[in-house]
């Protein structure tokens, strides 16, 4: 007599849950972000499926192709980066995070309605369908493609090749305890592209910033993972957060330890003067006082410290972008 009582009242539940999930922003958005206040109704759901609503993973795709293309600078006695380049790879990294994050949320839908911060995402929750999502990524793919064509074309080819870890991505956590080193390979690419697109070639500055940029990836994206551990062991997911454990501020140690030996070398690599260490030596100390104050219990602490690399980005720009001022007097 129960059941048909149970069943209707489960039911209730689920359609008042996707009313709420289709008007509130996501789990992990800001509060008050731009998205929720001013996009209309018609684009929220898009604009939240391509995260405009946390424009932190833009920063964090930008600062590579930034950093190599501030450093290329310095070692070719040039008084700064090119502009166009950084204005190109801004809406680069802007486009391609969205598409990269549209493929993510098809390809994980499933795994997404099991994990409480990210149920309420466009496609789990009912707001975007698969083939609305298909057809939104197609259309942010032709505006990445209009603006990689603006570059040379070692940048344009380096920039299809990219396309092969960005499309297997999202399976990774099914199959490795790794995920975060191949997102790290994704959003560390930009250390190469910076250097293609002014130089027309690599060089071993470029190629050695570009694995300090993985090893940086994978240690603020773990911190990130540390929010999902208990969601993630329910639905199967894996992640270097979940591989770590209690072991995990040691490895971090590692990890931003290593990243910031990779791009001393090449620094080394780039005849790279004063300002370019003092930035990364400010660098450093940003990464390892997040170590310092992590606490892997508290998510919304590690998703603070994880937000804050869009400022340690920017001190190794800043030092990068002075050297090559200096130099250049």
């Not at 990294?93 to 098809?106: L, S």
């Not at 956590?173 to 994704?186: D, S």
Request: net charge positive.
């Amino acid at each position: 007599m129960f059941l048909p009582k149970i069943a209707f009242f489960s039911r209730t539940a689920r359609v008042l849950l996707l009313m709420v999930s289709t008007s509130e922003s996501v789990a992990d958005a800001p509060s008050g972000n731009w998205v929720d206040r001013y996009a209309p109704a018609w684009l929220k759901p898009f604009a939240r499926l391509a995260r405009w609503d946390r424009p932190i993973g833009v920063w964090l795709l930008f600062w590579p192709c930034a950093w190599s293309a501030a450093l290329v600078a310095t070692a070719t006695g040039k008084p700064a980066p090119n502009v166009l380049h950084l204005i190109l790879f801004l809406i680069g990294a802007f486009v391609m995070r969205g598409a990269g994050c549209t493929w993510n949320d098809i390809v994980d839908r499933d795994i997404d309605a099991k994990v409480e911060r990210t149920a309420r995402r466009p496609i789990p929750s009912g707001q975007v369908g698969v083939k609305q999502a298909l057809g939104f990524l197609a259309l942010q793919l032709v505006v990445a493609l209009v603006v990689l064509q603006q570059f040379n074309l070692i940048a344009i080819a380096l920039g299809f090749v990219a396309i092969l870890p960005v499309a297997t991505y999202p399976f990774m956590k099914r199959v490795t305890w790794w995920p975060q080193a191949v997102l790290g390979i994704c959003f560390g690419w930009g250390a190469l592209m910076g250097w293609a697109a002014s130089e027309a070639s690599l060089s071993g500055a470029s190629n050695l910033l570009f694995l300090g940029a993985i090893l940086w990836v994978i240690g603020y994206d773990t911190i990130y993972a540390l929010q999902d551990i208990e969601d993630d062991a329910l639905a199967g997911v894996k992640s270097t957060a979940r591989l770590f454990g209690a072991r995990v501020k040691p490895w971090l140690w590692g990890f931003y330890g290593g990243a910031v030996f990779m791009i001393g070398a090449a620094l080394v690599s780039a005849n790279a003067g004063f300002a370019a260490w003092l930035g990364l030596i400010a660098f450093a100390a940003h990464l390892f006082w997040q170590v310092h104050v992590l606490d892997p219990s508290d998510p919304a602490h590690a998703l603070a410290l994880f937000r804050s690399n869009k400022t340690a980005g920017l001190i190794l720009f800043a030092g990068f972008a002075a050297d090559a001022a200096l130099r250049a007097i």
